[in-house]
């Protein structure tokens, strides 16, 4: 039941953009305000920074607000937790997408390519590189380091 007509006319403003022959879905823009050049945002912002005091003001209370909440529980703020936590993406050599990185490098799956021999490609171009480092020998914890003081 929630249908809605698939015809009609796009609220203005928009952007529609599509190809020529018309093989593939069009795709659009519709904002309630069109970007526009603003000279009196001072440099280096963005002259497509939109300053509507009321709007930003608003979303910096929100977070604060959140970050304070977050303390109590301890140390991290709850939305840096959840951005850490929440890592979405595309892996490239499991052509697979995943709702947590952490969780996704760990999948049986991806720590098979890991320790696959799919990197040659990338282990044929260090080879033609030169090791021009100091390699030091592991450090051993047994040996003190000597302490030179004033
Ligand atoms: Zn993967």
Not at 1 to 27: H, I, M, N, S, W
Not at 139 to 147: E, F, G, S, V
Request: hydrophobic residues 25%; contains cysteine; glycine residues 4%.
């Amino acid at each position: 039941g929630t249908q809605k007509a698939r015809t009609g006319r796009l609220k203005k403003p928009f952007v529609k953009v599509e190809d020529t022959c018309q093989l593939y879905r069009p795709f659009y823009l519709q904002l309630t305000n069109m970007p526009l050049i603003n000279y009196s945002i001072q440099k280096p912002s963005s002259p497509f920074d939109v300053d509507k005091p009321s709007s930003i003001q608003k979303q910096t209370q929100v977070k604060l607000r959140i970050q304070t909440d977050g303390n109590k529980g301890g140390g991290i703020p709850v939305q840096l937790q959840l951005k850490e936590k929440k890592k979405k993406g595309y892996c490239e050599c499991c052509l697979q997408k995943y709702e947590d990185l952490e969780t996704h490098l760990l999948s049986e799956q991806h720590r098979n390519f890991a320790q696959s021999s799919h990197y040659q490609v990338v282990d044929d171009i260090v080879s033609k590189l030169i090791f021009d480092f100091v390699e030091y020998e592991r450090d051993m914890p047994k040996k003190k380091r000597i302490k030179y003081s004033i």
